[in-house]
């Protein structure tokens, strides 16, 4: 049996503890996907800042003069327009530079979302997460005009000569899976080095997506031609989307931001501004 005095102890103490947890502030639950996304004030890795990423270097027509802080290049201008969608001025982006491959391994970013020529790929959203794409894309073969490859027409004329790509890239998967080549495929770090094998003749042929093909032969490689574009096959095409930490607060923002960017013609008239038409360019069967 507890006292008259101990229980006005122990009602008092009890009266204490309500008081403090209703003057008490309630913890800031973390921002869900699929959240508010208020203009500007997205949980951004810095506050009212939007960091995005890509690679170093990077090329033309996706960034020009490897200054994707410029908006020159499709990318960059791309990547403003979802900032500005979002709430961020262009005095609120900030650049930061990762390698292609880290940029898509698990593991905290240092970027909110990155813009590098990604292909959506069941195995890269294992580990981390996809905006809507914002450009639909086909894989190209470059060969050096003085090259009989040079005039090639068939899927099947690719089959018995030296193919290469950069690694990790859907234009080394692309070789695989629509070439199917009867010799391994050469693997470089970057297109760089890929155009440097093709004009030292240690590769027949390199793949690359297909502006990116158009601006190699156009101002790049002297004595290059597009030789054909490869067939987008069945299925969803080959898309590039902007890449996220995993169940980032940020995705569904930045989805949002790119299916409006495509509803009201931006994506089609950035195409318009900086890459070529695929129009001219064969399709190779």
């Given at each position: ?6 229980g006005?102890?122990v009602?008092a ?14 913890p800031a639950?973390?921002p ?5 996304c ?7 890795l ?9 690679d ?15 908006g ?16 961020y001025?262009?005095e609120?982006v900030?650049?930061a530079r990762?390698?292609f491959n880290a ?12 813009l ?7 195995e ?5 997460d ?6 639909d ?6 060969a ?15 089959k018995d000569?030296?193919l290469g ?17 009867s ?11 890929a155009?440097?094998?093709?004009t030292?003749g240690?590769?027949?042929a390199?793949?690359?997506?297909l502006?990116?093909?158009f ?6 490689l ?5 030789v054909?574009?490869l ?14 930490d995993k ?11 790119v ?5 009201d013609g ?5 195409e318009?501004?900086?890459?070529d038409?695929a129009g001219s360019a064969?399709?190779?069967?």
């Amino acid at each position: 049996m507890i006292s008259s005095s101990a229980g006005r102890r122990v009602l008092a103490t009890a009266v204490l503890v309500l008081s403090v947890a209703a003057c008490a502030p309630e913890p800031a639950a973390p921002p869900a996907a699929g959240g508010s996304c208020e203009p500007g004030a997205l949980p951004t890795l810095a506050a009212g800042t939007l960091t995005v990423g890509t690679d170093q270097p990077v090329y033309p027509p996706w960034y020009r003069d490897d200054d994707p802080s410029s908006g020159r290049g499709f990318e960059s201008a791309v990547a403003y327009a979802i900032a500005d969608e979002l709430g961020y001025p262009r005095e609120q982006v900030t650049w930061a530079r990762v390698p292609f491959n880290a940029a898509v391994q698990p593991g905290p970013k240092t970027y909110d979302l990155n813009l590098t020529e990604f292909s959506i790929t069941p195995e890269r959203a294992q580990a981390v997460d996809f905006s809507a794409p914002y450009y639909d894309v086909k894989q190209a073969v470059v060969a050096l005009s003085s090259s009989p490859l040079a005039g090639a027409t068939s899927l099947a004329e690719l089959k018995d000569v030296r193919l290469g790509a950069q690694v990790g890239t859907t234009s080394y998967d692309a070789i695989i899976d629509q070439i199917a080549p009867s010799a391994q495929p050469a693997v470089f770090n970057t297109n760089d080095d890929a155009k440097l094998a093709l004009t030292n003749g240690q590769v027949d042929a390199i793949v690359v997506d297909l502006p990116t093909a158009f601006y190699i032969t156009s101002a790049e490689l002297e004595g290059s031609t597009i030789v054909g574009q490869l067939p987008l096959g069945e299925g969803t095409p080959e898309q590039f989307g902007a890449v996220l930490d995993k169940d980032s607060a940020l995705t569904t923002c930045v989805t949002q931001a790119v299916e409006r960017l495509r509803e009201d013609g931006t994506l089609a008239a950035l195409e318009d501004e900086w890459l070529d038409s695929a129009g001219s360019a064969p399709e190779l069967r």
